[in-house]
Structures are given as C-alpha cells and as structure tokens.
C-alpha cells in the first residue's frame, strides 16, 4: 500500500512549487502517482456463467460439426501439409481443411494450462492462466489523438510516448501490440524500429506482429537478445507473444499461419482470436458468433500444437456486435459482456488461457467511453480472463489511442486491481474496539483506529475530482478528460527509462542495423 | 423486443422533419426512444462472495456483540417502551438499547424473504426480493442540474420533471423518493404536493419520507386512495415504502422511529439503511463499517417486527468510504464495490431483500461519473441487489439530480437489463447452416438469418453515439452530456401522464386541500 496523501497533493501543486521535490530541478519524480508495485491482480470472484453445461456442449458440438462438415481454408500450403500429415481432411487442390473432434480434443488438450512468459525484468515476468490477470494496454491503433493536438495519424514520437506510459504504470503488465502504429516509419524496418523500442523503452513482456514469418523471427531475435538467452535457451522459454487474428469467417491467412508455425516452433506464445463481428463476419446471433468463434479458435490452437505440441497458446475472444445502422463494431455492449462470459467457459472447458478485452466505441474520453470501457471489462473480469488487452487507451473501435483515455483508464483498472484484494476480515479490522469508543452520536474521524490507518485505507484514484461542486465551478468545470490531459504529461516527465545492460543493448542496435541494412522484411504482406 | 432502426433514426431528426409522426401534430410519440414493456430485470448469475462463510460470520458476530455490549440509541420513548416490553435491554432513563443476537435472530426471522408491493397501475406491481430485480432513480437531491440553466436549488418544476423521466421511461420500476427536494414548496405542505405528484404524475410504486409521523400518515393515505383500497385492505397490502436511515454510529432518531411504527402498524414497506461511510460516521475499515451497518440494520429490522411480525423490510446496505483528503463521500470506489458485495451476503443470511444504489461523487457528466456509477451497480448487480436506489441521475454524491445524468445512466440500466437476459442458445441461435451458407471469406450482413433478426438482434443504445470520427467531428464533436442534453428533453416531450380514474383524482385533490387547510405537518423535524 503506498497511498501517501501528501504525494496526492503534489498532483495538484503547480510545478514551480515543488523544486524540493524534483531530483537535481530536472524533473517530476516518480512519486508524483501513487500506486502500487507490480503485480498481477487475481481472480478471488468466481466466474460467472452466461450459459448452462448443456447449453456450453451445444456450442461446443456446433463448431465442432463447423470444423468436421465445413471446415476451414487455411491460406497456407505448409500448413496444410503438416495438417494433412496429423490426420486431417485436406482436399487436393483444395485450402479446405477439416478436423474430426476426436482429433481437435486431442490436439488442444496438448495445450499448457498455464504458463510464465519471461520478462527481461524479471519482476515483471507475466504469469499466463489460473487465477493471474495481465492488463495490456491499447494496441494496433492507426491514430493517436489528445485535447492538444487532436487526432493523427500514428507517429514514431506517439508510439514511444505510449511506451514510457505503459511503462510508467504498474498496473499495465505487458505489451501486446504497438499502441499505435508508428506510419511515419517505413514498412520493411518498422517492426525492427518498433520491437528494439519495446525492448528497451519497457522492461515487461511483449508482443511482435505476426505480418510475415521474417518479422517474427526478427522480433524473436530482439526479444531474446533483451532476455540474454542462448538460441537453445530461448526455443524453451516463452518470452513473447503474438496475436493470431482469423480472417472469419474460417480463415486463417498466410501471415497468420506463418506467425503461428514460427511462434510455435520457438515455444513462444501465440493468442489465437477470431475477430467474430455478430451481423458481419459472423451470425447475428451471439450464440451463432461464439459458434464461429470457437471453431477458429480451435483450429488456430490445435494447429499450434501440430507444430509443436504443448506450444503455449492462449484462447481469444472478441465476439461483439455490429451498429446494425452503420455495420461498425460496437464494444462494451451487452452482446459483448455475454459474449465474453461464454468465452471464458469455453476456454475453461478446454484448460486453456483467456484472453478478452477492455474496448469502447466512444469517441471522445466521456461518459460513453467510460460506460463501454467499464462493460467491456466487467464481462472480463467476470468471465474470468487472463489477460485483458486493450485497457487502457483504446478509442473509437480501435481507430484511434487517446492518451488522456490511458490515464483515465488506469483509473478504472487500479480499481478493480483494488476490487480484487481480500477484504481484510480481522478482529482489528471489525474494529468492536473503535466502535465501542466512539459510541453512538461520536465521528471516527480523530480515533486512533482511524489515524493509524487512514493514509493506506482508500485506494486513491488518479482521476476522480472530489472537490466540492463550488470549488470545482471555480476551477473551470474540468472534466475527467481535461484533467487526464494535465496527468498524462506529467506521467510523461516522471517516466524514467529501465535500467539496460549496455552490451545487451549494443547487441540489439548491431541487430536492428545489419537487417535494415539486408533490407529489413518485405512489404508485400 | 422493440428496437427499431427508422425508429431510432428518427431521435436525430429536427421536430420539424417530423411531423407525420406527431400525434395530432401536439407533441413527439412516447416511440422516439426504443425501450422495452416494463419489466423487473432478474438475477441469472450466481452472487459474488468477497469474504468467505467464516468471515461473514465473524461480521455476524462482531455486529451482535455491538447490539449485546454497545447498544444503539433509540431516541423515541414509544420506541423503548415497545423494546422493553420484547425484552430487550433498556436501562432506566438512557436512550440505550441492547439486543442479545437470540432476540434479534428471532425477530429478523419474522420479516418476510420476498414479497410484492402494489402499484396503482398493476403492471407496475413491484417485486422485492428473489432474483427480482428494481431500479429507482435519483433521489433527494437539494440541487437539479442540467446545461442549460446550470446548478440550482430544487424546485417544483424540476421535481415535476424528473418524475415525468422516471414514469416515461419502463426501467424505472419504482420512485423511491423526491428525485430532487422542491425547496421552493412550504415544508409544511411540501409532502402533500408531492406525494400527490408521485400519485398522479407516475403509476409505479412510490416512497414517502419518514420526517415525522403525519407525514408518514399523510402520505400513506394517498397511496391507500391512489390505489382504491379501503383501510383495512391497506394495512393488509404493501403499497408504499420509506427508506429509515440511522444516524450512524448507533442512533435512530425520533421521526425515523415513529417512521418505522408507522409504517410497520399499516403493513408497508421500510427500507433500512445506516449510511456507514468508513472513515467519518463508521470505522476506516471496511469490515468495521460494515459491522456497524450490520448492527444497525438489524436492529431497525427487528424493532419493525416487534411492532408488526412479518412488516416487509428491506436490508440497505450505503457503506461506503470517505475522500481523506476532504472528508466528503466517496462513491463507486472498490471499498464501495466490496461492501456491496458482503452486504448482499449479510442480507441473504438473514433470509432478507438487499438493497444497494448506482452512484458517484462526480461533478458532472463526464468519464468519472460513468466510471463511478457502473462500478457502483457491478457491486449492486453482482451482489444480487433487489432493490438499486439513486440508479438514474446522481451527481455529487447525491448533492445533485441531473437531468443529462439520468439519460446518460438509462442507457447504463437499459444495457445491466439486456446483460441480465438469459442467452438464446436455440439450435436456430446457434446458426450451423448460417455458417455452412456463407462459408469461408463470405459476410453475413445479407443473409436470409441477418436480414430475419437484425432489428431484434442487438440492444439499442441510447446515448452511445457510434458514428465514425469524421461525422462525429462535422457534427461538433458532441460527448454523451450533449446528447443526453438533448434526449432528455425529447423525453419530456414524449411525456403522457398516466391514466387516472377522475374520481380518485378528486378525492386526491380533496385531501389534500383539507390537509394543507389544517396546516400540513410540523416543520420542526
């Protein structure tokens, strides 16, 4: 508990006012936030369940028949070949591939139930499954926007800015995707550029794109670089993730499919997530969605597990619905709140990871974007998912990564980090003592059970105006977001770089020159 | 299932464009917002446990040794007189009370586990308890608040107004309490005025306040007139409900006192809920407030069993926590979210209907008061709350009634009633041959199973504004607060009293006139 409530006044202090405070006049310390060290909050709810056991076997058995009688293309003639090879159904000149459940059940059972993914920090090394939860923030947005500059399109200072953030906040416990996508950065050494920032701007795990297999090994090479592993070491150790995302319905593409094959082969973590859109890529019934979902899921995983079995996978899901006025993905709705329980039953019936989101379709950092964000993540936190990406930060969909939006969002997530904590039950905390003292008509307020206390008792939140409605008038009536705009730059000046041993960091600048100097990848994906 | 598409289009429509829809061209359609018939949402998930059975009863039993050692303060001598002759513990000349726990178990056992409340219109019959679940709105709010004319005292029209919202929309299930207090009426006369707005301007179950007994009567008389009863079909039927808050720590003052005679005596419903906020009236920890909340509780609970076996009652549950800093309430914090949760189990151990509430300590419509009202209702809805007061239109802590809010919070209530609808996992639901039609690569937007359910599939949002970020921005980049600004006027407009048989009406109006013709009530509470 590091609640200080002097720290919390600091906030408020303008600059000018806090030299003291200020190592060497340079700039804000890290104080300037009160939170609490790294650590992966638990599941101590139990999960709560949308579905009966025999309403679970029937979408079970429905992407079941999907993946038996339909079957799915895959894009990808190596793929097929070792499909082929494990037993399933590949017609001759045909991308169709089907599976018979035995063989799925026996593939995905091969699976990790729960797994570690190795930081460079070990402190931050991220447990994958049982009652662990990682929150990742905002991923793959093409814009950055904030109340200064507005929305543009994503940017190399953007992008690093969104890591020293990720970074600076305990409560972000990995990485999984560029915040926003750095276009001013050419295509064929993006990921180079973007990957050896992740290594060394932030010391926790990681995420590399899987847009052909040249960038997966490229961003395998870094990762393990920053672990200061051996090749031998590295193939055995998980220390980074991709997502897979299937072209639904039942497609799994060719980038997909070699990211897939690379990441399985290196024993690294690959999160398989149908991006199932009730009423567009998938039925418009919730149900008819999950049943997509779950089968490409499925086929993504037990594939993994052809390439190597036991390669560690997690279960996606991001079934939603669509704006059936516009066909634009909607989030935080109630489709996606049950879409999210059922998930999580799913990948619980198979001993699998779950992996769901904290997302909002809001434009702007207002109530809507609150009211979505917090639905988003009250079917995750309830249905039980591992890792929740896209919790801080996300805007609009995903179109854009608002950086006010991550400050408000790290409210929401210390929250329910805090939500997440044992009540403390004891005889002090029952306090028959301080009751006893004040005695009816009294105020706890000046009592020794209180003043011993007071300063770790509340979680403190970072955006939260308590300020009477008087004060707040005269203030200038600022809002949630007005006041995130002033915190995200100062979460900024307080961010300090992780320590980085220099030969480690010599190695991946000698990397990243020599493949941009082969060219980098190609930009044909 | 009622959403419709033209329908929903039309709420962006300038009045004058809509002319064909109006009702003898007067006023806009009570069809311009997409609702559902009313109807009480009900529990489908399981409640979360925040402590276990061993530490729920070490709660049990701390708040029974406060009853048995401590003792609460009865400040009404009728009060004592029927606690003494329960046998309780009442010393001579004190106010103080003390209960032992086989006293309080045998009383609280008397109160009912579920039971109905009676509305004048008889769809609107209110269920409390079992998996039923009710939403009120904001209440006793000194200030109403919207964008157009700012923050000001309560007055008649604005109470009028809020009523109006709370009738028009069907997810309010009942008014418990003035949404804002009319300071503009005579304290004197201000119960009958509105007490009689409750009974004329809406059709759904209503509170009264407990501010001395002749309130308490008055306002029972109305109702009892309202719904066509005579007086010994009254006492026998719950049809109005007070809320009795003790004024912690360990006091229960004179009007709440006669309030709880009163209302048990006829039958009717008392809410009881010691407002516990830990740090000030109640110990800076949550198992201590807690604690207290329990042990006064259940004293009101069982002192209205001792003047009427088997009055309905309702367990409330209010702890919450204090900003430190300024010593003003906090709301929707995880303290809040926690308390909610052991409160619900304390209310199921003793066999009695829960009642929690949707707030926040927010300034204005903006990403905080989302965030706070949605944490407050995951803890009310997941902590199997039946009965959820201030769910529409709480600001500041309950220092305001706004009209935006209580938009902007519908649309959150409408979204818990759709998350709390049992999913269809129908053979049709689950869309094998949807799936097998398109296959690979193909959309399903225009298949025969979209096009069948596309206007039902999804709820319709009344605030979220999902329009991409060009359009959005050309539009003036509203926040959800313009547009709730917007709508709730709308409302008002789609507004139709409720019908009222005329000769009641009269006999209202009769009442009233003769009561205020004797001076209404004391003002002296």
């Given at each position: ?6 720290v919390l006044l600091m906030a408020e202090t ?18 300037l936030f009160p ?427 970072i ?23 002033r915190l995200?730059?100062k ?35």
């Amino acid at each position: 508990m590091t609640v200080d409530t002097d720290v919390l006044l600091m906030a408020e202090t303008p600059p000018a006012r806090r030299g003291r405070r200020r190592r060497g006049g340079e700039k804000a310390g890290p104080d300037l936030f009160p939170q609490k060290p790294f650590r992966q909050p638990r599941h101590i709810y139990k999960p709560l369940e949308a579905v009966s056991a025999d309403e679970l076997e029937a979408i079970h058995d429905a992407s079941m028949r999907v993946l038996e009688e339909i079957g799915i293309d895959f894009l990808h003639e190596e793929a097929r070949d070792l499909l082929r090879a494990a037993g399933a159904d590949v017609a001759p000149g045909s991308e169709r591939v089907r599976m018979d459940r035995a063989m799925v059940a026996e593939l995905v059972a091969m699976a990790p139930t729960e797994f570690t993914i190795r930081a460079r920090n070990r402190a931050h090394d991220l447990h994958v499954g049982g009652d662990a939860i990682a929150f990742s923030c905002v991923a793959s947005a093409p814009n950055a926007v904030d109340q200064d500059k507005g929305r543009r399109p994503g940017n190399q200072e953007d992008y690093r800015n969104f890591l020293k953030l990720a970074q600076f906040f305990n409560i972000i416990h990995c990485v999984m995707g560029y915040p926003v996508e750095p276009v001013d950065l050419h295509a064929s050494v993006r990921h180079l550029d973007c990957v050896a920032d992740l290594a060394r701007l932030t010391d926790k795990v990681f995420h590399i794109y899987s847009l052909g297999r040249e960038r997966n090994l490229d961003g395998m090479e870094i990762a393990r670089i920053a672990n200061g592993l051996s090749e031998a070491e590295f193939v055995n150790t998980p220390c980074v993730a991709t997502v897979i995302n299937s072209s639904s319905p039942l497609r799994l593409d060719t980038p997909m499919l070699q990211g897939l094959i690379e990441m399985a082969k290196a024993g690294q973590v690959s999160i398989v997530t149908p991006f199932t859109l009730a009423g567009a890529m998938a039925p418009v019934t919730v149900a008819g969605a999950l049943t997509l979902q779950n089968a490409e899921a499925l086929a993504g995983i037990a594939f993994a597990q052809i390439v190597r079995p036991g390669a560690p996978v997690v279960y996606g899901g991001f079934t939603s619905n669509v704006d059936m006025r516009s066909g634009a993905p909607a989030f935080g709705t109630p489709e996606y709140m049950k879409a999210a329980l059922v998930s999580g039953q799913l990948a619980r019936r198979y001993n699998l990871p779950f992996r769901s989101s904290g997302v909002c379709a809001a434009n702007t950092v207002d109530y809507q974007a609150a009211l979505e964000t917090t639905l988003s993540e009250w079917g995750a936190i309830n249905g039980g998912a591992h890792i929740i990406k896209h919790a801080a930060g996300w805007l609009e969909g995903g179109l854009s990564a608002g950086f006010e939006k991550f400050i408000t969002d790290i409210d929401l997530l210390q929250k329910i980090a805090e939500y997440l904590t044992p009540l403390d039950v004891s005889e002090d905390a029952l306090a028959l003592d301080a009751i006893r003292d004040v005695g009816p008509a009294g105020h706890f307020f000046g009592t020794q059970h209180t003043q011993d206390r007071y300063k770790d008792a509340f979680y403190a939140p970072i955006v939260s105006d308590w300020r009477n409605f008087e004060t707040w008038e005269e203030a200038g009536s600022p809002t949630a977001h007005d006041k995130a705009n002033r915190l995200y730059k100062k979460a900024l000046e307080a961010y300090e770089p992780p320590a980085l041993d220099p030969a480690v960091d010599e190695e991946i600048t000698a990397f990243v020159e020599r493949r941009k100097a082969e060219g980098g990848a190609p930009t044909d994906f």
